[in-house]
């Protein structure tokens, strides 16, 4: 009775191909955009082949967002114990991926994600939702303290969070400024904090404890 032959055992996937394929796709969209990455572009500069990178990514927008999230970072949520610090992080969480990566490469990787299910599940997990997680722990433990109000809707403050800085960075506008910030900042606490007043004089003593520290002065 012979024996079952079993299976050709496959070359290891090499990795070094994988990274230089990724690095190649950054330079190109950090250069000259989405539009202009093509899986040929990408392997010229890898210094590889086009079927060498479609056994990995099958197409532009599979391929740009491995590239991207290889970029990213997984945030942490702000957690200084004071809302308003907090919140002003916040912000800056949001705006990580497209301080990151381009906002017109974003916007355009977007369009190609959309209509496809899969996709845009994975731009968004890509892009988004990091954010997103790690700023309801923030909203979480605001609201845990009394800081907020116990009735506060936290997927729509949650939205609201994102809303500018993904309108802003989308459109083409400039990211905000410090000031926009804060006033974007001091419109959402003013509609849900427990106390406003007593949250903007939390933050102010804190910044006076942490000069005091650092001139060495006693209050």
Do not use: K
Not at 85 to 98: I, M, P, Q, R, S
């Amino acid at each position: 009775m012979s024996t079952p032959r079993s299976a050709p055992v496959g070359r290891p996937r090499d990795r070094s191909i994988d990274d230089a394929v990724l690095t190649a796709t950054l330079e190109i969209l950090n250069e000259q955009g989405y539009a202009a990455m093509t899986f040929e572009g990408v392997a010229r500069r890898a210094g590889t082949s086009r079927p060498a990178i479609y056994r990995r990514w099958p197409g532009r927008p599979a391929l740009a967002l491995a590239a991207i999230a290889s970029r990213l970072s997984v945030p942490a949520p702000p957690d200084t114990g004071c809302t308003l610090c907090d919140f002003g992080e916040a912000f800056n969480v949001f705006l990580a991926a497209y301080r990151t990566i381009r906002p017109d490469v974003l916007s355009a990787l977007y369009v190609d994600c959309a209509g496809d299910e899969e996709l845009r599940c994975s731009y968004l997990d890509t892009v988004v939702e990091p954010a997103r997680r790690a700023v309801a722990e923030t909203v979480d433990r605001a609201i845990n303290r009394g800081d907020l109000l116990r009735d506060t809707d936290r997927e729509l403050l949650l939205d609201l969070f994102g809303a500018l800085i993904h309108y802003r960075a989308q459109f083409g506008r400039e990211h905000l400024s410090d000031e926009e910030a804060y006033a974007a900042i001091e419109t959402l606490l003013r509609g849900v904090a427990a106390d406003f007043t007593g949250l903007v004089a939390h933050s102010e003593a804190l910044d006076a404890a942490r000069f005091a520290h650092l001139t060495g002065r006693s209050s």
